[in-house]
């Protein structure tokens, strides 16, 4: 059987309508026969009335002229040329990495396989993954030859929530396939709706490992420059004073310290180290890059509490009001957050928290609509979301008692401003 050839009658099914899924239906909603399927009712429902809560298509870009369907019926997804998989890959309380989302997408799109069909995977794995993992499901489930009956692609996701310039057509897509045949026909399709172009790997593997990396360089390199906020704060040193002329070099890398959220950057890594693992290699740098990063937003509370205690205002039941709990700035995600870290040390201590975050909708109890005047014995600016920029130092200080401190973990406004940041 021949694999199938991309056409304008193709006809596509993406599986997953968060930050990933959803703009590729979009893109390819306007080029070729699309379905976006998600298991969320709700999140269905929404997207029906042309409203994302992610934030990441408008209103226009919903009646914009498509051949795009939402659907959480299973039964939609018959009858289609390419699967498209988007789930999410986190890891478990022990750093293991959790594949049961793309195992679970995957069986499902195997109940529907026909051959000739392709599917592809953008959710971020280990080198490996797709082809040992996810393969043998689509061959067991449907009773089809893998590189014989259908084939797979991977071309892994670039998305980078709450950023408007940077957005899925002029990002460059990595692409590969199972075989250069099938690699041939991924590549195709993505040139398809990607102004940025595309980049073909040569084999599944190497696009795996491409995506992998990204984010585990990103964060050895945070990690680096916490490791050196930590340090110059015991030397009394001002860090984004040094980070300023180190950077008057044309090669330096300019990386701030901060905390390392969300579900891609603070959990890759942890994929990468699982494989070295299995393959008898420990990734020391890998992994004190990760504990680094996975501790700062303990470190932050502790400077916080340091700073109360120097301004003699008393820690136990103490109103602390956190500024923001998604995992970046404008973004509605909290998934992941390393803001919680914050939260729970300083609970620790019988400190009573609010946390005012106007693009999180979220059901904790914690999150208020906006912070009281005059009423809170420490403010931590812990995402530099607009609002908070908006504000200003002096619309923040509105919130805190004449007697506080005020903490800036991402260094929106100058250090002499606030009492204490990174």
């Known amino acids: 059987m021949s694999i199938h050839k991309l056409s304008k009658d193709s006809r596509i099914a993406v599986i997953g309508l968060g930050y990933v899924g959803l703009p590729l239906a979009h893109a390819f909603g306007k080029l070729y026969d699309t379905i976006g399927f998600d298991i969320n009712e709700r999140r269905v429902t929404e997207l029906k009335r042309g409203i994302d809560s992610n934030k990441e298509l408008t209103a226009e870009q919903f009646q914009e002229s498509l051949t795009l369907e939402f659907s959480d019926e299973e039964n939609c997804l018959q009858n289609y040329d390419i699967y498209i998989i988007t789930a999410p890959t986190p890891v478990d309380g022990q750093h293991q990495p959790n594949l049961e989302p793309v195992k ?21 794995v280990y080198p490996g993954a797709t082809e040992e993992e996810c393969a043998p499901l689509l061959c067991e489930i449907s009773g089809l030859s893998f590189n014989t009956d259908f084939h797979v692609g991977y071309s892994p996701e670039r998305i980078n929530p709450g950023d408007s310039d940077h957005s899925l057509s002029t990002i460059v897509k990595v692409t590969s396939g199972s075989t250069p045949e099938a690699g041939q026909i991924v590549d195709e399709l993505y040139k398809s709706i990607i102004r940025a172009g595309t980049y073909l790997t040569s084999s599944i593997k190497v696009a ?34 040094v980070l300023q002329a180190a950077g008057s070099k044309w090669n330096f890398l300019p990386f701030s310290p901060g905390l390392v959220g969300g579900h891609c950057i603070g959990v890759d890594p942890y994929y990468l180290a699982y494989k070295a693992q299995q393959v008898g290699y420990h990734p020391d740098i890998i992994l004190t890059g990760r504990r680094i990063n996975d501790g700062m937003g303990s470190y932050v509370a502790e400077r916080v509490v340091k700073l109360m205690l120097s301004k003699r205002i008393h820690i136990i039941d103490s109103r602390v009001l956190i500024m923001g709990l998604a995992f970046k700035e404008n973004c509605s995600d909290s998934r992941n957050s390393r803001v919680v870290d914050i939260i729970d040390t300083l609970q620790s201590y019988h400190s009573h928290i ?42 923040i200080r509105k919130f805190a008692k004449d007697k506080s401190a005020i903490f800036d973990v991402k260094h929106i406004f100058n250090s002499k401003e606030v009492d204490g940041s990174l």
């Open 354 to 395: 609010d946390v005012y975050d106007p693009w999180v909708d979220d059901e904790s109890e914690l999150l208020i609509s906006e912070p009281e005047e005059n009423s809170y014995d420490a403010v931590v600016i812990a995402v530099a979301h607009d609002q908070f920029k908006e504000l200003g130092i002096a619309g």
């Open 104 to 124: 679970k997408a995957t069986r499902l799109v195997a109940s529907y396989l026909e051959k000739g069909n392709i599917v592809i995977f953008e959710s971020t």
């Open 208 to 241: 795996e490992a491409a995506k992998v990396i990204e984010n585990t360089q990103r964060d050895l390199n945070i990690a680096l420059v916490n490791e050196l906020a930590i340090l110059f704060d015991k030397l009394g040193i001002d860090t984004q004073e």
